[in-house]
């Protein structure tokens, strides 16, 4: 049976969450938006998830550098600067009684529309802000034991078509390619780029490692991953030889390790990928090395955020 990396064990406090809408903090069941709204009609907005630990949004700086972008790139007001994006985050937290196992997902839509339709003139509101914290953790089963990855068809494409660094909330490609591995009974679809060199997986950054070298991509194809930054500057800092290179899926199979990272579920083993076996099939010391140093950065920049918090 396939499992996703986002699946999580079922928290009965999920059903009482209060979720943050334009200002308001509304129960679970009243948390709506309209049917005319950009996000519903076209998917025409900009999103970020956010994990939470010891109260704090985990690398919030670079998640808000990579909202902001995503806006500007759209001509999109948030309506709400950093400082006010960020206190409303930390409202939703207070109000939930939230500090560990959580996962935060914050969404900006362009608005709501006086007619269904694409032109962004027709919007006659301010842009919608929702943000929807949950009670949530990546399954320590698919954590200890990995994921199986299936290459699919679905390419990732060029930036004149649709720039894959847009963290967008039109995702229907990634849909496609989780479709497709999922039916050939995988967890993740592992994503090519259009010469055919691996990218990306459809909601992770994938990573191999050959002779204690930790290969990933170019990223040219890919969305600029804020796990994966962090997982290359832990390999540079620790004299961990780390390149972003072109690779084939020959090279894949021949790696020793594989894993794939993501705001979610941090540093995640691969154990096949296309029916092959990666190394043992277990977590390669390579991965758990490298879950290690990941685990020390998000301490570090907790430490720092509570630092600003109390100053």
Known sequence: MAHSIHEFHDDPRNADIR????????????????????????????????RIVGGHPV??????DRLYEGARAIAMDIGLDRRALTAALYETLAANGMHDGVHVRLMVTRGVKRTPYQDPRVTVG??????????????????????????????????DVQDPKLNSHSKLNCITACIQATEAGADEGLMLDPHGFVATCNSTHFFIVRKGEVWTSTGDYSLGGITRENVIGACRDAGIPVFEKNFSLTQVYGADEAFVTGTFAGVVPVRQVDGRVMGDGRPGPMVERLQALYRERVARDIAFRAGERLA
Do not use: Y
């Open 126 to 159: 301010p842009a919608t802000v929702v943000i929807i914290p949950e009670h949530k953790v990546a399954k320590p089963e698919t954590l200890a034991t990995g994921l199986r990855l299936f290459t699919v068809h679905v390419r990732r494409g060029f930036p």
């Open 59 to 64: 690398f919030l700086d670079a998640h808000l």
């Open 19 to 50: 979720i943050w809408i334009n200002g308001q903090l509304k129960p679970r069941a009243q948390a709506t938006v309209s049917v005319f709204d950009s996000g519903f009609v076209l998917g025409d907005g900009v999103w970020e998830g956010l």
